[in-house]
């Protein structure tokens, strides 16, 4: 019986994901992109999208199961319509949806991992998302000076865009972004990622 639940669970988790990849990379396609049928602009943006999104959110859940909480993809049926409706403006919203997690008290406090502050356990598990679309930026930007044919540099460059964008919307200190969960364990810390993202952004636009 525990097996036939968890694997449910899995699925729905797994089909929230593709449902919010999906929105997501038709939101970076842009309105003119769907309506014009240009293959490579979604192609592109699903390849960026699947990157950026998908790992953001697993580093979330990642580092939140590696600490013994219980961690979940939830999809968000408000924040998918929002995120849906700036296909048609020029600043992207992403809030299709949220890893849940809940951690047991005996992780809350870090018994046992040396955490005993659990705004920093929280800190800790919004950072995940933020650094690794950061460190994917930046891997993506180093492919664009590759010696390969200009569509793979194109979809790099898009990559590379996309990683650094999430980046820095999901470390502004508002909740609910992880930004505001940084600014509460660590006001230094939050704002310096932050100009880390800004500094990125630069580069890579």
Known sequence: MYVEL????ELNEYLALALSVIVVALVFTGWEGIITSNKFRLATAFIGVSTAFLFHELA???VARKFGCYA????????LIITLLTVFT????????????????????????GYTDPKRLY?????????????????????TYA????????IFNFAAEINA???FFNLIPIPPLDGSK???YNPILSIFLVMVSVVLMVVVF
């Open 6 to 9: 968890r694997r449910r669970y």
């Open 60 to 62: 979330h859940r990642a």
């Open 72 to 79: 979940r993809y939830v999809i968000s049926p408000l924040g």
């Open 90 to 113: 020029p600043i992207k919203i992403i809030m299709t949806g949220y890893v849940g997690i809940v951690c047991p008290p005996p992780y809350t406090f870090g018994y046992g991992y």
């Open 123 to 143: 800190a800790l598990i919004a950072m995940a998302g933020p650094l690794t679309n950061i460190a994917l930026s930046v891997i993506f930007y180093s492919l």
């Open 147 to 154: 010696p390969l044919p200009l569509t793979y540099l194109r």
């Open 165 to 167: 964008w999430i980046a």
């Open 182 to 184: 940084i600014f509460t």
